[in-house]
T-cell receptor
Framework: GDSVTQMEGPVTLSEEAFLTINCTYTATGYPSLFWYVQYPGEGLQLLLKATKADDKGSNKGFEATYRKETTSFHLEKGSVQVSDSAVYFCALSSGGYNKLIFGAGTRLAVHP | SAVISQKPSRDICQRGTSLTIQCQVDSQVTMMFWYRQQPGQSLTLIATANQGSEATYESGFVIDKFPISRPNLTFSTLTVSNMSPEDSSIYLC????????????FGPGTRLTVL
């Protein structure tokens, strides 16, 4: 079945460092891909999405490119801030009913 | 995007009791879903809430344990029945928009602790 694999955390960075969180997927067909973020004590917020190969999603300085050839959707940010500390979930939308399949989540901690 | 609210935001319940969680969306949506997030874990889909018909449950989840209602296009409830400590989790409602249907928006979640 469809699945999503994320790099294990926690990821600890200093402020202004470059961030990469790896995400790869296995899917039949052509899923849409998403990054969601969960701040401490809150629900999930959509960070960005891409719906077809070579699409780049971007929001709040974060970017991810839908790579069909490598089945990847890595999240990047050029300069992280303390306020980016959260758990990041990669997900794919599977099947005709848009069922979401999530990766395990990667906790990011950014220190001043 | 849809704005989703849930009630209660948290609760502490005794073993053997039931809790009903409400999910309200600010606009008509096509699909509504219920997820469980166990402590320190990712999200797992419980079921798709279908308007006017029985919910569609994922493997490992059954209607007797997690009855779901969706009486209209903007409201759904999830009941966690005959609770045990293993049911302690965050329960999240999500919905897809009426126009952009490939993206799910999430409520803030209900944090449930079962003693």
């Amino acid at each position: 079945g469809d699945s999503v694999t994320q790099m294990e955390g926690p990821v600890t960075l200093s402020e202004e460092a470059f961030l990469t969180i790896n995400c790869t997927y296995t899917a039949t067909g052509y899923p849409s891909l998403f990054w969601y973020v969960q701040y401490p004590g809150e629900g999930l917020q959509l960070l960005l999405k891409a719906t077809k190969a070579d699409d780049k999603g971007s929001n709040k300085g974060f970017e991810a490119t839908y790579r069909k050839e490598t089945t990847s959707f890595h999240l990047e940010k050029g300069s992280v801030q303390v306020s980016d500390s959260a758990v990041y979930f990669c997900a794919l939308s599977s099947g005709g009913y848009n069922k979401l399949i999530f990766g395990a989540g990667t906790r990011l901690a950014v220190h001043p | 995007s849809a704005v989703i609210s849930q009630k209660p935001s948290r609760d502490i319940c005794q073993r053997g009791t039931s809790l009903t969680i409400q999910c309200q969306v600010d606009s008509q949506v096509t699909m509504m879903f219920w997820y469980r997030q166990q402590p320190g874990q990712s999200l797992t889909l419980i079921a798709t809430a279908n308007q006017g018909s029985e919910a569609t449950y994922e493997s490992g989840f059954v209607i007797d344990k997690f009855p779901i209602s969706r009486p209209n296009l903007t409201f759904s409830t999830l009941t966690v029945s005959n609770m045990s400590p293993e049911d302690s989790s965050i329960y999240l409602c999500s919905a897809t928009g009426a126009v952009v249907t490939d993206t799910q928006y999430f409520g803030p979640g209900t944090r449930l602790t079962v003693l």
